[in-house]
């Protein structure tokens, strides 16, 4: 395992990233004592482009959803130029 500073991995950032990339571990040091090693983590086997039901229950948990007539009611009235609702009318 190589050994950069702290201010090699600064001033190097680019070229230590290549190296990350081709596999190679380094361990960073600050003033000359070790403070952590960098590694390149293992790929994702495949990209999820696609949040399927399960995790989007799992991230929203309890967040209410609006039905269908909920929501077209919403678009129809965000539509609407009615000055009660316009903060700046009476401005």
Partial sequence: MRTISQRELRNSSGQVL???????ELMVTSNGEPIGVLRMD?????????????????VMGDVPTLTAD???AWLEDSRTDDESRDPWASA
Wanted: glycine share 8%.
């Fill in 42 to 58: 293992p790929p994702p086997t495949e990209r999820r482009r696609v949040v399927g039901p399960e995790q989007y229950a799992a």
């Fill in 70 to 72: 909920q929501q077209q």
């Fill in 18 to 24: 290549r190296d990350l990339a081709a596999g190679e």
